[in-house]
């Protein structure tokens, strides 16, 4: 038995190493709540908010599974109003499975825009990161190790950190009272990344994304605005992509939303393997400027029952002078959801 799981031990660290040295399957972390996490879905984004906002972003997925994945955020964005620009820095940090595979990515952000008519303005962003990426050797167990009789050490030799810059950018068309549509683009000069060869690319990582805004009669006025938000996210990196389709109600100060992620009609990654991943479910509060979201992934794909899903928490604090923040509620900023 114990060389039946130091085989087990072996497949899973060859399994993350191809994670880290292929094309194929190398994917940037995906968030549930793209919407809240907007400096990492777009840099257009960044300055979209009165004056300044604060913002963090946990997830935790397949926790029943060992050693999952757990990714993080923190970003800063301040909208440079004489400028009619945006400034930002966004934290990412990302770690997977038992051999402690793990990166960390800290990118400065600008914007800027262009007003088409008194509501309707097009906003350009850039993002200029770097990276350092690492892996534990002494969690991975290889075959050499396995054929020398559970050698304590193996043979192989690994870059157990790598760092490199990374550029991306993006695009945002948005009515700041009804819809926004956006384009973003990461890792455009396609840095080096491989852990056992320094001439694997990182894939190019494409999203498309949007949404709409629907207000509803609120006679009474007693309490906050009523709407719904109908939003899509469209990721694409080498061979893998995925969408995702839903929305919220905002009674303020509550939020409840839903989600559905997979491509069920449009691309099968073969027949076994139907591309259904989650339905995802939202709960948000309000208490004025800090708003808090929490999301839970329902795994349909066949880790159904085994994986224990995702959770997911976003933090978003904006501090604003009064007067700007009425002066500005209806132009530039794109109407996008915070949550």
Known sequence: MGRYKIYISACISLLLLLISSSNCFAQDPQ?????????????????????????STYRNQWPSLPKGYVSYTTAFDYNVEKLKSGIGLIATHDKAGRGGLKFTNIAALYSTYVRLNRLTYIKGGLKFSYTTRGV????????????????????????????????????????????????????????????????????????????????????????????????????????????????????????????????PIFKRYDKEFPNNESIILLLGVKSGDLRIGYSYDITISKLAGNSGGAHE???????????????????????????
Not at 34 to 55: D, E
Not at 172 to 194: A, V
Not at 239 to 259: C, K, R, S, T, V
Not at 317 to 324: C, L, Q, R, T
């Open 31 to 55: 968030f549930s709540q793209f919407y809240a996490n907007s400096l990492y879905l777009n840099p257009a984004l960044t300055g979209n908010t009165a004056q300044f906002r604060f913002a």
């Open 136 to 263: 534990n050797q002494s969690e991975l167990v290889f075959s050499d190790q396995i054929i020398r009789d559970g050698a304590p050490f193996s043979i192989e030799s690994l870059d157990n950190n790598i760092n490199h810059l990374d550029l991306g950018g993006g695009l945002i068309l948005s009515n700041s009272e009804k819809y926004w549509f956006g384009f973003s683009i990461d890792h455009i000069n396609q840095p080096t990344y491989g852990f056992l060869s320094t001439d694997e690319a990182l894939p190019i990582k494409t999203s498309l994304h949007g949404g709409w805004n629907f207000e509803i009669e609120n006679p009474r006025k007693v309490v906050g605005p009523k709407e719904f938000k109908a939003m899509f996210n469209y990721k694409m990196q080498g061979q893998w992509d995925q969408f995702d389709l839903g929305g919220y109600y905002a009674n303020d100060p509550i939020y409840l939303g839903m989600w559905y992620r997979g491509i």
């Open 313 to 339: 928490i976003s933090l978003i604090y904006e501090i604003s002078n009064p007067k700007k923040k009425r002066k500005n509620r209806r132009y530039f900023l794109a109407p996008c959801p915070k949550f």
